[in-house]
């Protein structure tokens, strides 16, 4: 069974930055590509970065590409996300997700394709 608990949320005015985290706990991390998700009030969920399992290859939504960094530290089993120069638009709740062991699929836009999620964590951008 594998857990991922966000944290680091919270409100901050356009122009800020947050840096959110997703501890996980179980069976190896450091062999599941990992993505970041929001959710915004009414609208679908949308894919934000992921970054692989190996390689370190990462990818980034187009309206985040540039703002956000994903990383990851697999000693600490823990996923990050770096978000600078918010804007309004980026409130949602964000969610990390992890992929199936070993996953050489490449595809990592879609929630569908993703095992374990976490609970959210809530980033508000005040203009």
């Known amino acids: 069974q594998v857990q991922l608990v966000e944290s680091g949320g919270g409100l901050v005015q356009t122009g800020g930055s947050l840096r959110l985290s997703c501890a996980v706990s179980?069976?190896?991390?450091?062999?599941?590509?990992m993505g970041w998700f929001r959710q915004a009030p009414g609208k679908e969920r949308e894919f934000v970065a992921a970054?692989?399992?190996?390689?370190?290859?990462?990818d980034y939504a187009d309206s985040v590409k540039g703002r956000f960094t994903i990383s990851r530290d697999n000693p600490k089993n823990t996923l990050y996300l770096q978000m600078n120069s918010l804007k309004p638009e980026d409130t949602a709740v964000y969610y990390c997700a992890a992929k199936t062991q070993y996953d050489r699929s490449g595809n990592v836009y879609s929630g569908s394709e993703f095992e374990y999620w976490g609970q959210g964590t809530q980033v508000t951008v005040s203009s």
């Open positions: 179980g069976r190896a991390f450091s062999s599941r590509t």
């Open positions: 970054i692989w399992w190996i390689g370190g290859r990462t």
